[in-house]
């Protein structure tokens, strides 16, 4: 639960945000005083959303973007600015796992998809954004556990998250000192995107018994540590990643 509000008279972009974790992650930004514009590729869901978030007191706007569609992400931008003006904090939260084949298995159209929705969809997110971005800005990306040790049925998924943490470094350089860029890399989180594990009983324990702490991750652990990397709080934080994995193997 938000206790704070360092979001006050920030306005913040989520993508993905319907449910989940970007959905949690909208929430928190908003429970602690952003204007939040979420979005994602179905309208339903995105009014959903909007509804859900106002419920909670929350000044949200939700637009429509696949976020491999340049002209709604141009959309999302252009509607952000119509309503709020400037942009203070950008979340590139969306992710396709669209096969669970080994690399050398995986079809071109697959490899292509994957780079498209977990990398470059966020780089060109952040060209359309940039000229409205603030001083003292936060663009935060969501990688996973997956960038540090891809398993075999998520190998290629996790080399995409493996980039964000190269592209995380990349852009921290090319976008300061006005914006600070970093990464959260989940562990397991037991959302619709990880239901094919989190829903089977053996595959849930092995998970839960590979984390120091003996259980799988919250949205809201994910959106308090993003929200953290988005504030003053880490004012002077940027091109890391934050592993919110519940001490899962990952690095030193
Ligand atoms: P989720 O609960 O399945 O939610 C996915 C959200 O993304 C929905 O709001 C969906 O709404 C939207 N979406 C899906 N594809 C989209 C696209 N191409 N463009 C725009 N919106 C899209 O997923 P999640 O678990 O919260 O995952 C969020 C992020 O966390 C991803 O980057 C994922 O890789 C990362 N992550 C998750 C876990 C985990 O265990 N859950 C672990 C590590 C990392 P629509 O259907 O309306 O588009």
Request: proline letters at 3%.
């Amino acid at each position: 639960m938000a206790t704070t509000k360092r979001f006050e008279g920030k306005v913040a972009i989520v993508t993905a945000s319907t449910q989940g974790i970007g959905f949690s992650i909208a929430e928190r930004l908003g429970l602690e005083g952003a204007s939040v514009v979420i979005s994602s590729r179905k309208q339903k869901n995105v009014d959903e959303a909007v509804e859900k978030l106002k419920g909670r007191g929350i000044d949200v706007i939700g637009i429509v973007c696949h976020v491999s569609n340049a002209q709604q992400r141009k959309n999302l931008i252009e509607k952000t600015i119509e309503k709020y003006g400037k942009i203070d904090v950008v979340v590139s939260n969306a992710a396709a796992n669209p096969s669970v084949d080994t690399i050398l298995e995986t079809q071109e159209s697959v490899l292509d998809k994957l780079w498209e929705v977990n990398v470059k969809a966020s780089i060109l997110l952040l060209k359309d954004a940039s000229p409205h971005l603030q001083s003292g800005s936060s663009v935060v990306l969501i990688s996973s556990i997956a960038a540090y040790e891809p398993s075999a049925s998520t190998a290629m998924y996790g080399v995409t998250k493996t980039a964000l943490l190269g592209l995380t470094k990349a852009l921290a350089s090319e976008m300061a000192p006005d914006t600070r860029v970093n990464t959260v890399a989940p562990g397991f989180v037991p959302t619709h995107f990880a239901d094919y594990l989190t829903k089977d009983a053996s595959i849930r324990k092995t998970i839960e018994e590979k984390t120091l702490l003996n259980r799988l991750g919250t949205t809201e652990d994910m959106a308090a540590a993003t929200a953290f990397l988005a504030s003053d709080d880490a004012s002077y934080i940027t091109g890391e990643t934050l592993v919110v994995a519940g001490g899962m193997p990952s690095r030193l």
